[in-house]
């Protein structure tokens, strides 16, 4: 095994593939190197699928451009434009109903992108 940066032991690729119905016939050392294996392996599957979802984020703009926002993977706001000029061509009432659907939008994007990352994830562990 080797170590890596999170202080977990990556897998070993000399290590024997061993199924459930043969690990009762292990003995206590192959049993110990088994188990270390198969942790390993899950958290370096964690490890990318954390990783995935920190990459996730949707950036929507006005087909105008008078404004645009940026949505990390929770949905939360990460940077919102506004142009200098929204002032003079969009009403207050307008501007809302702009931000409410770049919102709306840019959160169905990462939804459907979550969906998808955990469909991955799900078809990877099996």
């Not at 979802?53 to 926002?69: C, T």
């Not at 207050?92 to 979550?114: H, P, S, Y």
């Amino acid at each position: 095994m080797t170590s890596s940066p999170g202080g977990w032991a990556a897998p070993d690729p000399e290590a024997k593939s061993v199924s459930a119905a043969n690990f009762d016939d292990l003995g206590d050392a192959e049993k110990v190197k088994f188990v270390q294996n198969e942790t390993a392996s899950t958290l370096a599957h964690l490890d990318k699928l954390l990783r995935d979802l920190d990459d996730l984020g949707a950036a929507v703009d006005d087909p105008d451009g008078y404004v645009s926002v940026s949505l990390g993977f929770d949905g939360h706001l990460l940077e919102i434009h506004i142009a200098d000029a929204v002032g003079q061509v969009l009403t207050n009432i307008q501007l809302e109903d702009r931000l409410n659907r770049l919102f709306t939008a840019g959160t169905k994007g990462i939804n459907e992108m979550r969906e998808e990352l955990w469909n991955d994830a799900v078809g990877d562990s099996d």
